[in-house]
């Protein structure tokens, strides 16, 4: 909640979505938290995503576009207290000492390897006991089950991708989400899932990208208007775009 101006009271959503980037990884990471928590409780949090202890933080606050707006020092005040907008970005600069990438270079572990011959003979591996309970890919009547049904989905997936048109618009339904309206930009496979995928342009900014998925484009939008979604959960016809009423007095 914030005060504003002639004794106005607006009414902040209580939950935000906030960019997290820290000097010890070079990845952005998107999180939601409630502006209810403290900054104390905030950098626990922040703890797992980063990796650095929460007592060795120091969080600035940058707006939307990367602007530094202010550093967040007080560990007694309130999350929601500070100007925290949706995509507004909180780096992390760790004191400790870490350096970027510091538990992320595999070469610095020691590894032990076995060939695969020797491994197959050993009785007390994890493959051994997988075998002689007939677990997992060793278990041939599941895994052709599991591969017909793969196969059926494919084909249910596909049927379904042929009725889609690019341009059409569209209604998507999944599972614990709001239905959603948009236009059909994209049809067909993807480099970064396999399967059949449905490019989908938001009436609203609702979506997880701008049509670009690992460097890859497959169609145009402003960003977050943008999804891929399956097919399966996409019902084209005669949906107009909603009128808000933005301008009506």
Same mark, same amino acid.
């Given at each position: 909640?914030?005060?504003?101006?002639?004794?106005?009271?607006?009414?902040?959503?209580?939950?935000? %979505?906030?960019?997290?980037?820290?000097?010890?990884?070079?990845?952005?990471?998107? &999180?939601?938290?409630?502006?209810?928590? %403290?900054?104390?409780?905030?950098?626990?949090? +922040?703890?797992?995503?980063?990796?650095? @202890?929460?007592?060795?933080?120091?969080?600035?606050? =940058?707006?939307?576009? /990367?602007? =530094?707006?202010? &550093?967040?020092?007080?560990?007694?005040?309130?999350?929601?207290?500070? *100007?925290?907008?949706?995509?507004?970005?909180? *780096?992390?600069?760790?004191?400790?000492?870490?350096?970027?990438?510091?538990?992320?270079?595999?070469?610095?572990?020691?590894?032990?390897?076995?060939?695969?011959?020797?491994? !197959?003979?050993?009785?007390?591996?994890?493959?051994?006991?997988?075998?002689?309970?007939?677990?997992? *890919?060793?278990?041939? !009547?599941? #895994?052709?089950?599991?591969?017909?049904?793969?196969?059926?989905?494919?084909?249910?997936? &596909?049927?379904?991708? /042929?009725?889609?048109? $690019?341009?059409?618009?569209?209604?998507?339904?999944?599972?614990?989400? @709001?239905?959603?309206?948009?236009?059909?930009?994209?049809?067909? %496979?993807? +480099?970064?899932? @396999?399967?059949?995928?449905?490019?989908?342009?938001?009436?609203?900014?609702?979506?997880?990208?701008?049509?670009?998925?690992?460097?890859?484009?497959?169609? !145009?939008?402003?960003?977050?208007?943008?999804?891929? $979604?399956? @097919? +399966?959960? $996409? %019902? $084209?016809?005669?949906?107009? !775009?909603?009128?808000?009423? +933005?301008?009506? #007095?």
């Amino acid at each position: 909640i914030r005060v504003a101006p002639r004794g106005l009271t607006v009414v902040s959503d209580p939950v935000v %979505t906030l960019r997290i980037t820290s000097t010890i990884s070079p990845f952005e990471t998107e &999180k939601r938290f409630m502006r209810s928590i %403290t900054i104390a409780e905030f950098k626990g949090k +922040l703890e797992i995503i980063v990796g650095s @202890p929460a007592s060795c933080m120091n969080l600035a606050l =940058f707006s939307t576009d /990367d602007k =530094f707006l202010q &550093k967040m020092d007080d560990n007694d005040a309130l999350l929601g207290s500070y *100007h925290v907008d949706n995509y507004c970005k909180i *780096h992390v600069t760790d004191t400790s000492g870490q350096q970027v990438d510091e538990y992320n270079d595999v070469s610095k572990v020691q590894k032990v390897e076995i060939s695969d011959d020797a491994y !197959e003979k050993r009785t007390d591996s994890a493959r051994s006991f997988m075998k002689t309970r007939k677990l997992g *890919h060793f278990n041939e !009547e599941d #895994m052709a089950k599991k591969k017909a049904e793969l196969a059926a989905q494919t084909e249910e997936q &596909k049927a379904a991708a /042929d009725a889609i048109s $690019v341009g059409s618009r569209c209604k998507v339904q999944v599972v614990g989400q @709001p239905s959603k309206l948009g236009t059909v930009m994209y049809v067909g %496979t993807t +480099l970064f899932k @396999p399967g059949y995928w449905v490019g989908v342009k938001y009436d609203e900014p609702l979506g997880k990208n701008n049509g670009t998925v690992d460097g890859k484009q497959y169609f !145009e939008c402003e960003n977050k208007y943008g999804a891929f $979604v399956k @097919p +399966l959960n $996409v %019902t $084209v016809g005669d949906f107009p !775009e909603e009128d808000y009423g +933005l301008d009506e #007095m």
